[in-house]
């Protein structure tokens, strides 16, 4: 049994990755210029530009005789070749969408060029079946991340790249037809150096039959090691083992603005793309996302460049970072709720600057599996549930959204919110249902609660003989019946907000006064409350009250009253249920 | 008046933030007549309390909290010489069950025979009854102090209340009353002191992050409450037990009942074997002239007179064991040809050049006897010997452990 190997090759790898990037160049010529400015020149074309006369080489004011720059305001004078920018970070990212392309086929995977690997074809057979199944298999996986690439299946490493650099399409080498099959492809296709190929061009050997044919020895007295290499080579004899390449877990993706972005609307647009390409790697890799960082390298302000010494303006400006996190609760994969997600984190925090470049990185976990259980109440779908936290967070505020979470510490009332999780909350409702059964079948111990006002309400205490003796609530003056205290507390002695307060357990009896009776404190006002909306609520409730209790007798209750000693204040923490 | 019983040192390794020194200051600017140091698995800070407290005429009571096997620690106050024996005894007891440095556990058998003596006091949140509230309620806190009360005996237990201004444990004051009335055992009123003055409080919250591998951030509920572990004056903690004025009271009555201070140590040196019918004394002089007839030869008077004088007061101090241990050691390493010389202010000695311990003669060279031993300075006598390392060295030490037992020697 032989051995397979499958080789991947891009051609006109550069023109493809700007492509991949703005797939509206695709449909028209396109030149790929690069260089130092104004030193400009043509390193990469697609055949349509090649037929409309472009020739590598070929200087950007040449090449502006055929058509326009990319990004020109004046469209009246685009023509049939467009320029672009040659952009190392969209070759980077379609190289590296190219090995998660690779691997979604094979685990084993040599990355051997920007624009070639190769694949151990070994024990796919059984996914896949015949050579040329897995062939087309890789043609859809590559096409799926926006590339067009040639396939060369072989026994032997170096025929099966050599195949793939020379043949179109898919092709398909037979172990034993190695040398016939390379026969017709001319020596341009072998990697050396130039002035070998020169010589060889001398020598009138066009072809790798040529080459075979020539004897070994005296292509070895004449070309050194490099000719007996190259001699193997056209032979499809040379032998060597595959180099693995590691998978890596983090997807990027980058991109280079020529004009700076300002608006959400056309950042969405890029972000798209971005994310789309982003999900079909992932996609390739059988991963989904676990967090998305998207950072933006932002213009310079005008204000800094006016500001700036002569000498400083020489130099290259220093650009300005923005970056954002966006966690996810489940792995997600798909581009159209990240895409929702990410512009509502913009819309609520927008970056200071327009934006120059994009980068895009995924850290990828594994897709979310669920199984439903059939007497189980299905939660709310994660995904619509992640974009509705994401709308309130963005009407809120980001740090106001969440679950309430005890902090360890003495301070009363100490929290933080921390992200709203399902499962988390159906296992701390799970935690309390088992903590009641417990307590129903074991010795119920009584409970006190206490229903705490929040903020705490101002005060007016009186103390008598070192305690609190009538206490003034909300206008209406309350007789202490029974304290117990004071419970000291003390912290945080070496942060800004130390706190100091003394408790006092207190049992009042209010009396109404009269006219001059508002609002007895009760339950109903007592809220859980925080934000100013309810609070106003609250205070609605408390005039109703007021009607209703304006003629009752005196109300008796168990309150919890604190004094700030920082503040030489006197607040209401809560009363007892 | 109130006596604070229950303190604890810097001795209590990262969980006291006072040395004694400042405990005795700040319990003489209150106008206290006694305080206890009470420091955890030991009482190393004993003796400086006692030297500070006896110059500014506070009587130091000593004592110790002694870890048990379940975790929480008997408070332990010293009543008498026997007690500080004992107290000695079950320290090193639980010290040896682990073999690791900082840790030991007592076991309830150890006590059995080792309590005489000795005050149990029921704790604060580390004591024995708030382990026993916080598990059984009050059922099983009444079973804990009936137990303290069977091993201690019911006039040597005392129910400990404190008051720091904390909600849970005013709740185990309250069960600590109610079993301390079903029992009729005494009250017993303590500030659990962990620093002299309120500001040091900050000190000990750095300490507890250190012992905990914390820092002040991420500390959280490791750290105190309040700063109110500090030394309070009488009239404060007769504030805070207004309620409960035989707690106080009862801090003076215990106080007066501690009667052992580190100035009744009776410490004595251990003896040496001496051969049938012969005292330690005749005996040591026996060999003290015979090494001064090789060292001076039979007819040097100075050196004589000078020998006579040093055994003079060596018996007067009663050290002679001391001596013929030491020249027992010396001995034992010249028959096993173990390089052995003494050195340091023994040098002075004309006995120990006599027995062979020092290899300088004192009366040719005119040295002062007095910088080695001296009936005004009372402080005990201290021979240094050097040994090479190694085995030999370590044949020494295992002598010493054979002849005088593993718990009466230490290298």
Redesign the interface.
Known sequence: MFMSFACVYIPDFLVQAVVRGQPSLGKSALAVISGTPPLWSVVAANPAAFAAGIQLGMTKAQVAQFGDVVGARDTRARSTVQICMRSESQEKAAHAALLDAAWSVSPRVEDTAPDTIVLDLEGLASLFGSNENIARELTRCVAAIGLAARIAVAANIEVAIHAARGFPGVTIIPAGQERQRLSVLPVGVLATETETLDILERWGIATLQALALLPTLQVSERLGQEGVRLSELARGTKQRALVLAQASSTFTEEMELDDAVEELEPLSFLLGRLLDQLCARLEARAFAVRAVRVRFELQPSFEKDFQTLQEDLRKKPEMKQYEKLLTLPVPMRNAKTLLKLLRLQLQGDPPSAPIQKIYMTADAAGPRVTQNGLFVPIGPDPEKLEITIARLAKLVGEGNLGCAEL????RPESFRMVRFNVAKEKNKRRAKSAMKSNNNSETRATVTALRVTRPPQAVRVEMNSEQPGRVYLQGIRGEVVAAS???????D??QEDSWHQ?EWDLEIEFVPVGAQHRCAPSRQNAALIDSPQLQSASGNNCERIDKKTEHSSSQRGLYRIYYDVLQQGWFLRGEYD | MYTELHARSAFSFLEGASVPEELAAACSAHGMSAMAVLDRDGVYGAPRFYLAANKIHVKAHIGAEVTSAFGWRYPLLVKSREGYQNLCRLITRMKLRTGRKGEGRLERDDLAGLHAGLICLTGGEEGPLAAALASGGIAQGTECVRQLCDLFGRKNVYVELQR????EEEARNQASVEIACKLSLPLLATNAVCYATPDQH?LL?VFTCIRNHHV?ATA??L?C????RHLKSPPEMERLFADMPEAIANTQELSARLDFTLKDLGYEFPKYPTPQGCSQMQFLRERAYDGMRDRYGSENEKARKQIDRELALIEKLDLPGYFLIVWDIVRFCRERNILVQGRGSAANSAVCFALGITAVDPVGMELLFERFLSEERGEWPDIDLDLPSGDQREGAIQYVYERYGKLGARP
């Open positions: 902090l360890d510490s003495h205290g004071p419970w000291r507390g003390s912290g002695w070496w003394d | 720091h201004y904390c909600r900050e919250d002040l959280g509920r750290l409450l309040n700063p109110e």
